[in-house]
């Protein structure tokens, strides 16, 4: 039988989400917790649920079960390469849905290519048509250097017709997501991607 009140990390691991993402909600006033006398926080089954459902995932009773397992390894570096903003920002909320990440951006392929060098990112997600440097060059000049060739990269576009994908062939990437794509399923394939 299912309980009605939760521990912070208790209604994290029920919604999938890392627990910096439930706070990030909670301090944007998306979700409300209770507050016990000693001012920790509480969490409905029944807003846990409403929250669940405006954002498109379900909440999972067997992940309370084996708690020390942890979805993704922590402290994974990832750079979200996008000149749109508000993709980065969307962008950015899923990885902090899917798992502890530390996210940097960059709007372009040449603020990304400095970023390579000194952050040395585990993966990359990058959208293909921006100013400056676009995605196909930017793969081509990060795939040249033996040193990055491990960093995984995940193509991000919603110009994925037939000749994209074709020469897309020639730049070495291990993944194409198509925008637009939901919160749910983004989540989902960031999990499988980028660990």
């Given at each position: 039988?299912?309980?009605?009140?939760?521990?912070?990390?208790?209604?994290a691991r029920l919604l999938g989400i890392a627990?910096?993402?439930?706070?990030?909600?909670?301090?944007?006033?998306?979700?409300?917790?209770?507050?016990t006398p000693g001012g920790h926080r509480r969490f409905r089954r029944s807003d846990l649920t409403k929250f669940a459902k405006k954002h498109g995932f379900s909440?999972?009773?067997?992940?309370?079960e084996n708690s020390e397992v942890e979805v993704v390894k922590e402290g994974r570096?990832?750079?979200?390469?996008?000149?749109d903003e508000n993709f980065r920002r969307f962008a950015h909320e899923c990885l902090g849905i899917a798992g502890n990440f530390e996210v940097k951006e960059a709007a372009n392929g040449i603020e990304a290519a400095l970023l390579v060098g000194s952050w040395k990112?585990?993966?990359?997600l990058l959208d293909l048509h921006m100013p400056k440097m676009n995605g196909f060059e930017f793969i081509s000049q990060m795939r040249s250097n033996a040193d990055f060739a491990k960093v995984r990269v995940v193509v991000v576009t919603a110009y994925a017709d037939e000749q994209t994908r074709k020469?897309?062939?020639?730049?070495?990437?291990?993944?194409?997501?198509?925008?637009?794509?939901?919160?749910?399923?983004?989540?989902e394939t960031l999990r499988g991607l980028v660990v």
């Open positions: 039988m299912s309980r009605e009140v939760y521990t912070t990390n208790e209604a627990r910096t993402s439930l706070i990030n909600w909670v301090e944007r006033g998306e979700l409300e917790p209770a507050t909440l999972d009773e067997s992940a309370l570096r990832i750079l979200l390469v996008d000149d990112p585990h993966a990359i020469e897309l062939k020639n730049f070495p990437h291990d993944a194409l997501i198509v925008k637009p794509i939901g919160i749910k399923d983004f989540v």
